[in-house]
């Protein structure tokens, strides 16, 4: 199998990556982000449905994204080379993220064979790591996971090359990174932990105590 973390990624991702910077910068000095910012992160991620480990339907950005710290990596059910290596990666990001996950936290891994992994055999392959509430491992037509995929800079031609790069965001304050998921169990926690702290600054008061 191919392993090829980087290849044909760079673009979409990159674009991904400014857009959270554009949008920390443009939202930065506020307490609540403006609706602005949240329609236009809506827009570039879309809210293209997919089906989640449970058979339930999930909106890419209103319902997986939007205002949370998420993690996402790529995988099908039938791979038996890396795949099971990403899977328990997630799982101990999945044991740091402790009480959060659910919450504020979500981790998100979207198969490349849609055709093939339908939300049992999803389910299947995430009781193999004990996955709880707030890890959504999805599915749903090919038309929708392929864009899903290449919005997230996952889009791949070929299943076995799908990418080994996990995508760390904090999608509040727009603060991205992308590592290896190969990389080792205690890199991985440590930039989780980085995105996971990022805070968005409080607005300034005004003069006299007044906004």
């Known amino acids: 199998m191919s392993r090829r973390p980087d290849s044909r990624r760079g673009a979409g991702l990159a674009v991904l990556v400014a857009l959270g910077l554009s949008l920390a910068a443009a939202g930065g000095a506020a307490a609540e982000r403006p609706a602005a910012e949240v329609e236009a992160a809506r827009s570039y991620f879309t809210d293209v449905e997919l089906v989640d480990q449970n058979g339930h339907t999930r909106r890419l950005y209103s319902d997986l994204m939007e205002g949370k710290v998420v993690v996402v990596s790529s ?29 504020d936290v979500h981790l998100i891994s979207i198969t490349v064979d849609p055709r093939t992994d339908t939300p049992a055999r999803l389910h299947a392959w995430a009781e193999q790591f004990a996955a709880r509430d707030g890890w959504y491992v999805l599915t749903g037509s090919p038309e929708n996971v392929g864009l899903a995929l290449s919005k997230l800079g996952f889009a791949v031609d070929d299943k076995d090359d799908h990418s080994t790069i996990v995508l760390m965001g904090n999608e509040q304050t727009g603060l991205w990174k992308k590592t290896n998921g190969l990389s080792s169990t205690d890199a991985l926690v440590e930039l989780f932990e980085g995105v996971l702290a990022d805070a968005r600054p409080a607005a300034e008061p005004a003069a006299n105590g007044r906004r």
């Open 75 to 103: 995988m099908f059910t039938t791979c038996a080379a890396v795949c099971p290596l990403i899977g328990q990666k997630m799982q101990r990001l999945q044991e740091a993220a402790g009480e959060r996950l659910g919450r």
